[in-house]
């Protein structure tokens, strides 16, 4: 508790901002006319963008007069390194940190929690190596050395040394008035527990809920059957060992790729055509057949079979969640999430904090679909109650309303509130602000008195200041990124 018993908001989870790409309404885009299609729009790096201020301020007049400061918790694709240059993305960003950290209107406090997602792996394997090296400068001459590490632990302060050498500490600490800003970079996912460690909010990005993104683990299990399976099922760190390469390279990581990342970035956006799926599939097949083994002549037949076993596997696992903006969660996509939750998670959970607490919770982003639901899950005591943090991209053409941009709060006590920034309505608006519920009838754990709920409605007013300022610029920005997002698809041409 806070001001005289207000409950006060300890921790801000926000991901998928993807600054950087020109859909991401957190980036300032410039927009002309009298040009060609596809070529109408030019991103602003360096103009913060209307809806990036107006969500810092809805923030800061919640926080005012706290205590304490929240701490911040960016939950993945926060710097968007597949489509678009690491330069603009993080100038982009730079842009957040001079809103959120520099001046007197500090949003947060110094501490940050990183939790890379796909669009931004590619820090985590820098900060990874960082934190080896570090690890090392600590270690007697004559011991041993522990192999590298894949995965950070649940609880931060039981993970190795950390290192303030990685990219978003940079970018942060180089701004003006930043430079006791201190983040550390959890991978993939991290644990919040109560004081009296009767709850645990576990967040993290979200990705290893699809079936895409262990796409290398599937085709080893399916092209090398003979290979002995992993004792008790997979772990968070046989999933990022197996298929770290594989993220990085095609998911974060084709914005530095030259012509080449532009022409798989088209692969990228095309993960239905079945032309670019027989293109991904022979290349993956081509780099994971062993070389020189059995009879020379036998090795194109080979091939030819293995080709087609793994075009049906992809074809079958590469529908991602977001390509399907009709619905909330897609039946493959609560199938993903349970697997996750009742297998690595729940074997994470067990391996590292003993037990499975009577009141889990989760928060993951990714989908850009926001929710909040409470699922009965096996392997859980009781109801875990499941927020989705949606995402800051317009990935349409046309008005996608399962679509929004959300906050989740959390205060000391680990009470979880979902503030949705934004929706995109029927009719291509911003839709008003207001708290996200689970659904009436799914009574359960968690559903009681949430005395943070209680305390951010209250100061929630959709008509007036700062409230009706993020739905107006949120509307401005949808419209016009459903404008460009026409364009591309007209003139054929990725959205970079």
């Known amino acids: 508790r806070g001001r005289a018993g207000v409950a006060e908001i300890r921790y801000v989870v926000l991901s998928d901002l993807h600054f950087g790409a020109s859909n991401s309404l957190m980036i300032s885009v410039v927009e002309r006319s009298g040009v060609a299609p596809g070529a109408t729009f030019t991103a602003d790096p360096t103009t913060p963008s209307p809806v990036l201020t107006a969500v810092l301020d809805c923030l800061r007049h919640l926080t005012a007069g ?3 400061a929240p701490t911040l918790v960016l ?5 968007d390194l597949a489509l678009s240059a690491d330069a603009v993305a993080a100038t982009a960003f730079q842009c957040f940190v001079d809103e959120a950290f520099a001046g007197a209107g500090r949003v947060f406090a110094p501490a940050v929690y990183y939790l ?4 931004d792996h590619h820090l985590w394997e820098g900060a990874r190596e960082a934190q080896y090296i570090e690890y090392l400068k600590g270690l007697a001459a004559e011991a041993p050395m522990d192999p590298p590490w894949h995965t950070t632990r649940l609880l931060p302060d039981k993970q190795p040394p950390w290192t303030a050498r990685d990219l978003i500490s940079t970018l942060i600490q180089r701004r003006p008035g930043c430079a006791d800003v201190a983040v550390r970079v959890v991978y993939p996912n991290l644990a919040l527990v109560s004081p009296d460690g009767r709850r645990s909010r576990i967040v ?8 895409i993104y262990s796409l290398m683990s599937q085709l080893r299990q399916l092209l090398f059957p003979n290979q002995d399976p992993v004792a008790g099922g997979a772990t968070i760190a046989n999933l990022e060992a197996e298929n770290f390469a594989w993220i990085d390279f095609f998911w974060s990581t084709l914005g530095r790729s030259g012509d080449v990342g532009e022409d798989v970035a088209l ?12 293109l991904l599939a022979a290349n993956l097949v081509h780099g994971l057949v062993p070389r020189g083994h059995g009879p020379g002549w036998l090795r194109p037949f080979e091939t030819l079979l293995l080709s087609g076993l793994a075009r049906r596997e992809v074809k079958h696992r590469t529908g991602h969640e977001r390509a399907t903006p009709e619905t909330t969660l897609s039946p493959k996509g609560r199938l993903g999430l349970r697997q996750y939750l009742e297998g690595p998670l729940h074997r994470q959970l067990v391996a590292e904090l003993g037990t499975i607490g009577a009141d889990v919770g989760f928060v993951f982003g990714h989908t850009h679909k926001p929710f909040v639901e ?31 941009g959300v906050a989740v709060l959390l205060d000391d006590d680990l ?22 519920a689970a659904d ?53 041409v990725t959205n970079t």
């Open 66 to 68: 706290q205590r304490e």
């Open 75 to 79: 939950a993945g694709d926060v710097l």
């Open 116 to 119: 890379p997602g796909n669009h």
């Open 204 to 211: 993290t990005h979200g990705h290893f809920t699809e079936p």
């Open 267 to 278: 692969i990228y956006a095309e993960l239905t055509n079945p032309v670019a799926l027989d």
């Open 374 to 404: 409470r699922w009965s899950v096996a392997g859980y005591p009781g109801r875990v109650e499941v927020h989705n943090t949606g995402g800051w991209v317009v990935d349409t053409a046309e008005p996608a309303p399962t679509q929004g």
């Open 415 to 436: 009470n979880v509130v979902s503030l949705q920034l934004y929706r995109q309505t029927p009719d291509g608006g911003a839709g008003s602000v207001q708290l996200l």
């Open 440 to 492: 009436a009838g799914d009574a359960g754990a968690g559903s009681g008195d949430n005395p943070l709920a209680a305390r951010v409605a209250g100061e929630i007013d959709p008509t007036a200041e700062p409230w009706r300022a993020v739905s107006a610029a949120a509307g401005e920005l949808i419209a016009q990124r459903h404008r460009l997002q026409a364009a591309l698809l007209a003139s054929g």
